[in-house]
C-alpha cells in the first residue's frame, strides 16, 4: 500500500516549508534513508528524508511551493501501483515542469550499440520526430557517460555540445577521444551523429573538418549587457526573509538599545595579518602553510580574547533571571541573497586563530550554499557582525536574541590623526560599535568591554598566546 510523505518539521519554529528542488523523479527507487527533495525552512535549507522502501510514484508538489508542515509532498509504494489522490497542499508558485515525468532506465552502451545498428538500416528514425532524443533531457546523456565511465570533464562537454544532434554513446566516444562534436559529419537520421561518425574520426583526423568556431573569422565583440530597467515589483517573502523580520521587530520591540562606538587603531592588526599570511605563503601545506587569514577571521578572535577580561558581557536575559555563560559561543553575520544568517563558532574563547578561521570558512561555505543545519546557527551567546568589506565606516547592528550585545566592525579607514607628539600624521582607524540590551547590561559593562576588545586588536599579539 502506498505511503504519503509530509512535509516534515525540520525546525522548531518551522510551520510551513517551500520545496526548491526534487532530489528524486517519478518512478525512481528509493529506500530508507534517500533524500528526495531539498526545502527550505525558516532557518536553512534542509534535504527531506524518505523512510520508506519502493519506487516514488507521484509528487504532489512543484519546485517553488510552499506546505505547511505535515501537508503531503510525495507518494511511495510498489512499482505499478497507484498513487493515491490528496488535496493540493501547495500554497504558491512552482509546477512540475516537463522533466518531472518519468524517463525510462539509462540504456547501457551495449543497448545504444544495438539501437544505432537499427537506426543505421532506417528502422528506427527518432530524430524525425522533434520531440525525440535531440531534445530530451541532458540527464539522459549524463546516465549514458556514466554506464562507460566518463569523467566529470567529458560530462561537462557532453552537456555544452547539447544542441548537436547525437546519439549518447558517440558524444562519450567523442569526448574520451578528444573530439569536438561540431567537426564531425553526422550519418544518422536527420544528420544525427552515431558512434560510427565518431570512430571514422577518429581513424582519419585529417579529414575532420575544422570546427565553426576555429574556421569562421573573429566573432565581433558581445555587445554590453542593457542596464536593468527599473520596475515595480512585488517579491514574495520566503520563510528565511519572514523569519528575521519576525525575529528582528521583536528585538527592537522588546530588547531597550543602547548603543557605545570606540575609534581603536587598526594598522597593528593589519601587519599582523599582512605578516602571518606572507609567512604560511612561504610555507608547503603538511607544515601548515597554504592558510590565508581574514580581518573578520582576527576580530572574531578578538571578540572572544575580550570576554575573558569582561565576561559580564556574555549573558544573556531569562525574564526571571539573568544567564552568565561560562563559554563563548560567538555567532557572526553571513550576508546570503535572500538575508542575514549567523553561524555559530562554539567555545570560540578556546579555539586558536587558525581553529576559528577554518571553522569560519566552512560555515560560511554553508550558509552561502543553504546548508547550514539549525544546530549551527543556535544556542549563541555573543554576535559580531562586519560590513567593513563593504566599505562601511560605522553602524550598529540589531542585537541578535537572547544575546546581550552585538559588535558591529567597519572598515579600517586611512585618516589624519594626532600622534602622541600632537603631529598630524597618516593613521589607520577601525571603528567598532557595540548594541547591548540594557535590561541585561549597562553602560559601564559595553564601555569596559570595548576598552578590553580595543587593547587586544592594538596589540594583536596577545591574542595569540
Same mark, same amino acid.
Given at each position: 500500500?502506498? $505511503?504519503?510523505?509530509?512535509?516534515? %518539521?525540520?525546525?522548531? $519554529?518551522?510551520?510551513?516549508?517551500?520545496?526548491?528542488?526534487?532530489?528524486?523523479?517519478?518512478?525512481?527507487?528509493?529506500?530508507?534513508?534517500?533524500?528526495?527533495?531539498? !526545502?527550505?525552512?525558516? %532557518?536553512?535549507?534542509?534535504?527531506?528524508?524518505?523512510?520508506?522502501?519502493?519506487?516514488?510514484?507521484?509528487?504532489?508538489?512543484?519546485? +517553488?511551493?510552499?506546505?505547511?508542515? +505535515?501537508?503531503?509532498?510525495?507518494?511511495?509504494?510498489?512499482?505499478?501501483?497507484?498513487?493515491?489522490?490528496?488535496?493540493?497542499?501547495?500554497?504558491?508558485?512552482?509546477?512540475?515542469?516537463?522533466?518531472?515525468?518519468?524517463?525510462?532506465?539509462?540504456?547501457?552502451?551495449?543497448?545504444?550499440?544495438?539501437?544505432?545498428?537499427?537506426?543505421?538500416?532506417?528502422?528506427?528514425?527518432?530524430?524525425?520526430?522533434?520531440?525525440?532524443?535531440?531534445?530530451?533531457?541532458?540527464?539522459?546523456?549524463?546516465?549514458?557517460?556514466?554506464?562507460?565511465?566518463?569523467?566529470?570533464?567529458?560530462?561537462?562537454?557532453?552537456?555544452?555540445?547539447?544542441?548537436?544532434?547525437?546519439?549518447?554513446?558517440?558524444?562519450?566516444?567523442?569526448?574520451?577521444?578528444?573530439?569536438?562534436?561540431?567537426?564531425?559529419?553526422?550519418?544518422?537520421?536527420?544528420?544525427?551523429?552515431?558512434?560510427?561518425?565518431?570512430?571514422?574520426?577518429?581513424?582519419?583526423?585529417?579529414?575532420?573538418?575544422?570546427?565553426?568556431?576555429?574556421?569562421?573569422?573573429?566573432?565581433?565583440?558581445?555587445?554590453?549587457?542593457?542596464?536593468?530597467?527599473?520596475?515595480?515589483?512585488?517579491?514574495?517573502?520566503?520563510?528565511?526573509?519572514?523569519?528575521?523580520?519576525?525575529?528582528?521587530?521583536?528585538?527592537?520591540?522588546?530588547?531597550?538599545?543602547?548603543?557605545?562606538?570606540?575609534?581603536?587603531?587598526?594598522?597593528?592588526?593589519?601587519?599582523?595579518?599582512?605578516?602571518?599570511?606572507?609567512?604560511?605563503?612561504?610555507?608547503?601545506?603538511?607544515?601548515?602553510?597554504?592558510?590565508?587569514?581574514?580581518?573578520?577571521?582576527?576580530?572574531?578572535?578578538?571578540?572572544?580574547?575580550?570576554?575573558?577580561?569582561?565576561?559580564?558581557?556574555?549573558?544573556?536575559?531569562?525574564?526571571?533571571?539573568?544567564?552568565?555563560?561560562?563559554?563563548?559561543?560567538?555567532?557572526?553575520?553571513?550576508?546570503?541573497?535572500?538575508?542575514?544568517?549567523?553561524?555559530?563558532?562554539?567555545?570560540?574563547?578556546?579555539?586558536?586563530?587558525?581553529? #576559528?578561521?577554518?571553522?569560519?570558512?566552512?560555515? #560560511?561555505?554553508?550558509?552561502?550554499?543553504?546548508?547550514?543545519?539549525?544546530?549551527?546557527?543556535?544556542?549563541?551567546?555573543?554576535?559580531?557582525?562586519?560590513?567593513?568589506?563593504?566599505?562601511?565606516?560605522?553602524?550598529?547592528?540589531?542585537?541578535?536574541?537572547?544575546?546581550?550585545?552585538?559588535?558591529?566592525?567597519?572598515?579600517? !579607514? %586611512?585618516?589624519?590623526?594626532?600622534?602622541?607628539?600632537?603631529?598630524? $600624521?597618516?593613521?589607520?582607524?577601525?571603528?567598532? +560599535?557595540?548594541?547591548?540590551?540594557?535590561?541585561?547590561?549597562?553602560?559601564?559593562?559595553?564601555?569596559?568591554?570595548?576598552?578590553?576588545?580595543?587593547?587586544?586588536?592594538?596589540?594583536?599579539?596577545?591574542?595569540?598566546?
Amino acid at each position: 500500500m502506498a $505511503t504519503i510523505i509530509d512535509m516534515p %518539521k525540520l525546525s522548531d $519554529t518551522m510551520t510551513v516549508g517551500t520545496l526548491v528542488k526534487w532530489l528524486k523523479k517519478e518512478g525512481d527507487a528509493v529506500e530508507s534513508g534517500t533524500m528526495i527533495a531539498e !526545502v527550505e525552512t525558516d %532557518k536553512a535549507t534542509m534535504e527531506v528524508e524518505c523512510f520508506e522502501d519502493g519506487v516514488l510514484l507521484k509528487r504532489y508538489i512543484g519546485e +517553488g511551493d510552499q506546505v505547511e508542515v +505535515g501537508g503531503a509532498i510525495a507518494a511511495v509504494g510498489e512499482k505499478g501501483e497507484s498513487a493515491p489522490e490528496v488535496k493540493s497542499s501547495g500554497k504558491a508558485g512552482g509546477k512540475v515542469d516537463d522533466s518531472d515525468a518519468p524517463e525510462p532506465a539509462p540504456e547501457t552502451v551495449e543497448q545504444e550499440e544495438k539501437k544505432e545498428e537499427k537506426s543505421s538500416d532506417g528502422k528506427d528514425d527518432k530524430d524525425a520526430d522533434p520531440t525525440s532524443a535531440a531534445n530530451e533531457p541532458s540527464l539522459k546523456v549524463e546516465n549514458a557517460a556514466e554506464a562507460a565511465g566518463a569523467t566529470g570533464a567529458q560530462l561537462d562537454d557532453a552537456e555544452s555540445s547539447g544542441r548537436i544532434k547525437a546519439s549518447p554513446l558517440a558524444r562519450v566516444i567523442a569526448s574520451e577521444k578528444g573530439i569536438p562534436l561540431g567537426s564531425i559529419n553526422g550519418t544518422g537520421p536527420g544528420g544525427r551523429i552515431v558512434k560510427a561518425d565518431v570512430l571514422a574520426a577518429a581513424a582519419n583526423p585529417s579529414a575532420t573538418p575544422a570546427p565553426a568556431s576555429q574556421a569562421a573569422a573573429p566573432a565581433a565583440p558581445k555587445p554590453a549587457a542593457p542596464v536593468e530597467v527599473l520596475a515595480d515589483k512585488e517579491l514574495p517573502v520566503s520563510n528565511m526573509r519572514g523569519a528575521i523580520a519576525r525575529a528582528l521587530v521583536a528585538s527592537k520591540t522588546q530588547a531597550p538599545h543602547f548603543y557605545l562606538q570606540m575609534e581603536v587603531d587598526g594598522a597593528p592588526l593589519a601587519q599582523l595579518r599582512e605578516s602571518l599570511n606572507a609567512q604560511l605563503a612561504a610555507l608547503p601545506a603538511e607544515q601548515g602553510g597554504g592558510v590565508k587569514f581574514t580581518v573578520n577571521d582576527l576580530t572574531l578572535k578578538a571578540a572572544a580574547e575580550a570576554v575573558r577580561r569582561v565576561p559580564a558581557i556574555n549573558r544573556a536575559w531569562k525574564e526571571k533571571t539573568i544567564v552568565q555563560y561560562g563559554s563563548v559561543h560567538l555567532a557572526f553575520g553571513v550576508a546570503i541573497d535572500d538575508g542575514l544568517v549567523t553561524p555559530v563558532i562554539r567555545h570560540a574563547e578556546t579555539k586558536s586563530l587558525r581553529q #576559528i578561521a577554518a571553522e569560519a570558512k566552512d560555515l #560560511i561555505g554553508k550558509a552561502r550554499s543553504k546548508k547550514l543545519k539549525p544546530d549551527e546557527m543556535s544556542g549563541s551567546t555573543l554576535t559580531v557582525t562586519n560590513l567593513g568589506m563593504f566599505g562601511i565606516s560605522d553602524f550598529y547592528g540589531i542585537i541578535n536574541p537572547p544575546n546581550a550585545a552585538i559588535l558591529s566592525i567597519g572598515a579600517t !579607514v %586611512k585618516t589624519p590623526v594626532v600622534d602622541e607628539n600632537d603631529n598630524i $600624521t597618516i593613521g589607520y582607524r577601525m571603528k567598532i +560599535g557595540l548594541s547591548g540590551d540594557h535590561r541585561v547590561i549597562d553602560g559601564a559593562v559595553g564601555a569596559q568591554y570595548l576598552a578590553a576588545l580595543k587593547q587586544i586588536i592594538e596589540h594583536p599579539a596577545m591574542m595569540l598566546i
